[in-house]
């Protein structure tokens, strides 16, 4: 099997590309929330602050994953959690859509932001 010679710059810029762009989804996926709790309020027949209350759990799984994935990835390497960190994150994006009751939906909140290492 004949291996294609890449140079240095290319790999970079392929991470950066890929590093810069895994960013911005796990921002956006943050982010969007806030202009939608109306709509997701109604659609789930739920308070408008009930509905904050899925922004509430993303940023408190945040703050207790972004404490613990400094010693995880010290003790299984960065890859692995970072890989595990996106394949979380694309499950509970996933599963987010498919929600049927704002209790499933808070669940997947609560498990959506995990920091890649």
């Known amino acids: 099997m004949a291996q294609v010679a890449t140079s240095p710059s290319v790999n970079q810029a392929l991470f950066l590309a890929m ?5 911005f ?6 982010l969007i929330l806030a202009p939608l709790l109306v709509a997701l309020a109604a659609d789930f027949d739920v308070s408008v602050a009930a509905a904050g209350q899925l922004a509430a759990a993303t940023f408190a799984a945040w703050a207790v994953s972004v404490v613990s994935v400094g010693p995880i990835s010290d003790s299984f390497g ?21 929600a049927s009751s704002f209790g499933v939906l808070l669940e997947c909140a609560s498990s959506l932001d995990w920091p890649e290492a």
């Open 19 to 23: 590093t810069g762009t895994a960013m």
């Open 78 to 98: 960065r890859r692995p959690v970072a890989v595990a960190g996106l394949t979380l994150l694309s499950i509970s994006t996933l599963a987010s859509g498919f």
């Open 25 to 30: 989804l796990t921002q956006t996926v943050s």
